[in-house]
């Protein structure tokens, strides 16, 4: 079946750019998405990217796809305290197929 | 919209015990799935429906438990008999399906079995 990697940990100065990176195993994927979960919370949508993209910004995050290697990744620019969360990459199949596959999750810390 | 609804927030039942997990999806939704977290396995899919009916079930760890959807605006999972290992926070989500498919979830209801 499809399968997601993450890393679990990642911690960052406050003002410094955080990467995640996320691997997947699903050739057919037509969309990959990034979820944010803040403490206590469920996940909420962050950004997305269509298969046929291989880059996509909006405002501090810039996501980054490369098909070839199916290697997803989330830039976080100045990162800031309220950033803190764990985040998920999430591919989705083919059209027609709604259920998303979700990696483990990387905890992203702020360090003051 | 108030955005999915999930009651109750936190149980705490003893083993043996059934627990009955309740969603009110967002309205005009037609797909709902219903996910278990915990920090060994992460984030993992149980079920989901399209319209009310059942699309894929096999993330459902074993008989214990199920799933229903009764109409387009409530679901529920039930667990029965409850285990410690059981233990775990359960999310719904509602989404319109499509091209994007965003998954709106739910607060979660935090599952603790002694």
């Known amino acids: 079946g499809e399968d997601v990697e993450q890393s679990l940990f990642l911690s960052v100065r406050e003002g410094d750019s955080s990467v995640i990176n996320c691997t997947y195993t699903?050739?057919?994927?037509?969309?990959l998405y990034w979820y944010k979960q803040e403490p206590g919370a469920g996940l909420q949508l962050l950004t997305y990217i269509f298969s046929n993209m291989d880059m996509k910004q909006d405002q501090r995050l810039t996501v980054l796809l490369n098909k070839k290697d199916k290697h997803l990744s989330l830039r976080i620019a100045d990162t800031q305290t309220g950033d803190s969360a764990i985040y998920f990459c999430?591919?989705?199949?083919?059209?027609?197929?709604?259920?998303?596959?979700f990696g483990t999750g990387t905890r992203l810390t702020i360090i003051p | 919209d108030a955005g999915v609804i999930q009651s109750p927030r936190h149980e705490v039942t003893e083993m043996g015990q059934e627990v009955t997990l309740r969603c009110k999806p967002i309205?005009?939704?037609?797909?709902l799935f219903w996910y278990r977290q915990t920090m060994m396995r992460g984030l993992e899919l149980l079920i989901y429906f399209n319209n009310n009916v059942p699309i894929d079930d096999s993330g459902m760890p074993e008989d214990r438990f199920s799933a229903k959807m009764p109409n387009a605006s409530f679901s529920t999972l039930k667990i029965q008999p409850s285990e410690p290992r059981d233990s775990a926070v359960y999310f719904c989500?509602?989404?319109?399906?499509?091209?994007?498919?965003?998954?709106?979830f739910g607060p979660g209801t935090r599952l603790t079995v002694l």
């Open positions: 999430a591919e989705r199949g083919n059209f027609g197929n709604e259920k998303l596959t």
């Open positions: 699903d050739s057919s994927s037509t969309y």
């Open positions: 989500a509602s989404s319109l399906g499509g091209s994007l498919n965003e998954q709106f």
């Open positions: 309205s005009g939704h037609d797909y």
